[in-house]
């Protein structure tokens, strides 16, 4: 995080030189105010994340409220029923950026056993989802990781704008570095291990 | 009603459950009389009425007045497919006397009308008997697709108002066909 931008200037004790961005992003990601959509019993292991034993607070997430305008980060923890789905997308919409989602368990990431007409196969589906946590429901622990996660994540790809991960125009940044490169051709330019490794390759294969 | 009281077992020990149990039979032989052609039946103590459409409320009616002040619940099973079965739906009854604990099971089968636009089977409402059916005679709408005549505020109860099929019919798919793809999708870029 600490960079300095020119080497030969001397900084005064105590100042650290640093991007906006990444500031932003360290203050965001170390205070996380989760929104519990508790719908089944993901939310009885999302309350023991939260309480003393897990002890969400060493994370700086230990913050609930009910009240989406206080929150940044949406806990889906448990199915979401058809007739829930509006619920859920005015409250995602009422909350203010940046802010993130996780979704929590098998049944909010993919409808879990409940493959029925009432119940959504998949959050994902009508919701922008940041993290995913596998189980059923999952242990403390994963949902712990999975906020670690997220904050790396924050640290990474978020933005001052608070207008995070902007995801169309990563996808065709993707797209490109993938149609660009030949998936046969062994690019050794730049590694000179494997640039010796093919020249001893050669040479034993003429000697032969 | 030879076959209701001859089935019954005597529980001499119970006086209570003897008691409502007459007074069901009772209850039961007066509108057997007053209406010919509704079968009765008994199984393990448990008493049936089986009631054609047509008649049910009227039925329904005489039966409150007899004592079965109670409407416990209004249910349906779909029999399609269903081994022996005569009638496509069997609407369920469960009424109860306040003053004699007596219990009665009144049945109404219904068939999807040949034709029509809709294909509901319909069946006169008992809300003006008990206002405690509105929401169940609701239910059974929204699940089974019975129209009921005369209901006050015939609206869906359980599934969303824009959903369009009746899912607990057996010819419905258990995953759906669909319903809630019709939702908008949020994205980041949108949301």
Redesign the interface.
């Known amino acids: 995080m600490a960079v300095n931008p020119s080497p030969g200037l001397e900084l005064p004790e105590n100042v650290v030189v640093s991007r906006l961005d990444e500031l932003a992003n360290w203050c965001r990601k170390n205070s996380l105010w989760p929104m519990p959509f508790a719908t089944a019993c993901c939310g009885i292991e999302l309350m023991a994340t939260g309480a003393s034993k897990h002890d969400l607070a060493r994370f700086g997430a230990e913050v609930f409220r009910f009240s989406p305008r206080q929150c940044d980060l949406m806990i889906v923890a448990g199915r979401v029923v058809m007739k829930m789905l509006p619920v859920l997308q005015r409250i995602w919409l009422q909350m203010s950026e940046p802010k993130w989602c996780i979704s929590m368990g098998a049944c909010a990431s993919t409808g879990g056993v409940f493959d029925t007409y009432a119940v959504v196969q998949g959050i994902d589906r009508f919701i922008p989802v940041d993290m995913y946590v596998p189980g059923c429901p999952p242990r403390p622990e994963q949902l712990i990781q999975a906020i670690i996660d997220l904050q790396d994540k924050i640290q990474r790809e978020g933005t001052i704008t608070g207008r995070e991960f902007d995801t169309a125009g990563r996808q065709l940044r993707k797209r490109a570095l993938v149609e660009s490169a030949d998936p046969l051709t062994i690019d050794a330019s730049r590694n000179p291990v494997l640039q010796r490794r093919l020249s001893e390759f050669a040479e034993s294969s003429s000697a032969r | 009603m030879s076959e209701a009281t001859s089935s019954r077992e005597p529980s001499s020990h119970d006086p209570a459950i003897t008691g409502s149990e007459r007074a069901a039979d009772e209850a039961i032989a007066a509108v057997t009389t007053a209406f010919p052609g509704v079968e009765s039946s008994v199984f393990r103590g448990q008493r049936r009425l089986v009631v054609p459409v047509e008649r049910s409320f009227t039925l329904l009616e005489s039966l409150k007045e007899a004592g079965f002040d109670l409407l416990v619940d209004v249910s349906c099973v779909d029999y399609l497919e269903y081994r022996g079965a005569k009638h496509r739906f069997g609407l369920v009854y469960l009424l109860a006397s306040t003053a004699t604990n007596a219990r009665l099971t009144v049945r109404v089968f219904v068939d999807e009308p040949v034709e029509g636009d809709d294909s509901c089977p319909v069946v006169r409402s008992v809300v003006p008997l008990w206002e405690g059916a509105n929401w169940l005679e609701r239910e059974v709408w929204d699940l089974f697709g019975i129209r009921f005549e005369g209901h006050p505020d015939l609206r869906r109860l359980?599934?969303?108002e824009e959903f369009a099929a009746h899912?607990l019919r057996k010819d419905?798919?258990?995953?759906?066909?669909g319903?809630?793809h019709n939702?908008?999708?949020?994205?980041?870029?949108r949301?």
């Open positions: 359980v599934m969303p899912p419905y798919p258990l995953q759906g066909r319903e809630r939702f908008p999708v949020l994205t980041r870029d949301s």
